[in-house]
C-alpha cells in the first residue's frame, strides 16, 4: 500500500522559514513527477510546486521566488523549503504527484505563520 508521510510543519513568525519533508513507502520519487500541496482552511487544495523526473521545477505565482522544492533520490525524500514565510502561507502541506494527485493523501503537516 503506498503511503505518504509530510513532515516539518510547525509555528512560524511572519518572514521566516520552514523545511517540509516528504517521505514514502511504494513511490519510488525519482521515477516519478512529485508536487507539494496546500490546503488553507475553508479553500480547495492547491498545488504550489512540482518537481519532474528530470528534476526541473515549476511554482504557483504566490510562492515563486520564495519556496524551492528538491529532491534527495537516496533518501526517497522530497523537500519544500519555505522562506520569507507570509500569514497567507498558512495552511496543511501535502505531497503527493503533480500536478495531478495519484495517490492516496497522506496526514500532511501543518504550517501556521503568525506573530
Known amino acids: 500500500q503506498v503511503q505518504l508521510v509530510e513532515s516539518g510543519g510547525g509555528l512560524v513568525q511572519p518572514g521566516g522559514s520552514l523545511r517540509l519533508s516528504c517521505t514514502s513507502s511504494g513511490i519510488i520519487f525519482r521515477v516519478n513527477a512529485m508536487g507539494w500541496y496546500r490546503q488553507a482552511p475553508g479553500k480547495q487544495r492547491e498545488l504550489v510546486a512540482r518537481?519532474?523526473?528530470?528534476?526541473?521545477?515549476t511554482y504557483a505565482d504566490s510562492v515563486k521566488g520564495r519556496f524551492t522544492i528538491s529532491r534527495d533520490n537516496a533518501k526517497n525524500t522530497v523537500y519544500l523549503q519555505m522562506n520569507t514565510l507570509k500569514p497567507e502561507d498558512t495552511a496543511a502541506y501535502y505531497c503527493?504527484?503533480?500536478?495531478?494527485?495519484?495517490?492516496?493523501w497522506g496526514p500532511g503537516t501543518l504550517v501556521t505563520v503568525s506573530s
Open positions: 518537481i519532474s523526473t528530470g528534476g526541473s521545477s
Open positions: 503527493n504527484s503533480g500536478p495531478i494527485p495519484l495517490h492516496s
